[in-house]
């Protein structure tokens, strides 16, 4: 079979699915606001859960010397009153966050007080989430780590590392 290339313009014929589409149209407009591929907004509600994705949303990440860790989340909330518990839980949700990602993605917050958007977070983010592809050596490794928090966050810190790995070649 003959390797098929593609041209500017020329249509592909292939199907993908409509996360890959859809970050691929965002990435642009989710990169100006220091959301890197959205990421953070699309999986808002499973990484704090649905009571505070219901009253709060991620409007931009800021970092210092253009390094993509350690940033300052900037969350809009619709009310003084979730703004208040969620300073007291900001702990929590700074261990949340980036114990989703694998690494120290956000610092800081700053709560924002303001009207959200139409669309509530919690549904929104209804359809479940593809895994990266993974790296069975990575699966290997972490079979001997009893706490299953710490063995998932390994994974998946292992799992971004390979699938970074592999688009960079």
């Keep these: 079979m003959a390797a098929y290339r593609s ?37 808002w509600c499973q990484i704090v859960g649905p009571m505070i994705a219901k009253h709060s ?18 969350l809009r909330v619709d009310h003084s009153a979730m703004a208040t518990e969620l300073q007291h839980l900001e702990p929590q949700l700074l261990e949340r966050i980036n114990g989703y990602f694998g690494f120290k993605a956000v610092a ?18 209804a359809a479940p989430r593809l895994e990266p592809p993974q790296n069975p050596a990575v699966a290997q490794e972490v079979t001997t780590i009893e706490d299953r928090e710490l063995r998932e966050a390994l994974t998946r810190l292992g799992n971004a590392v390979y699938y970074h790995d592999t688009q960079s070649k």
């Design 7 to 43: 041209r500017p313009g020329e249509r592909r014929n292939r199907t993908e699915t409509l996360g890959t589409t859809v970050s691929r149209l965002t990435k642009s407009i989710f990169g100006n606001r220091g959301l890197a591929d959205g990421t953070v907004a699309k999986e």
């Design 57 to 74: 949303r991620p409007d931009r990440i800021t970092y210092a010397n253009r390094e993509r860790h350690s940033g300052l989340l900037h």
């Design 108 to 125: 800081k917050m700053r709560f924002i007080h303001g009207p959200l958007t139409d669309q509530p977070a919690a549904e929104a983010s």
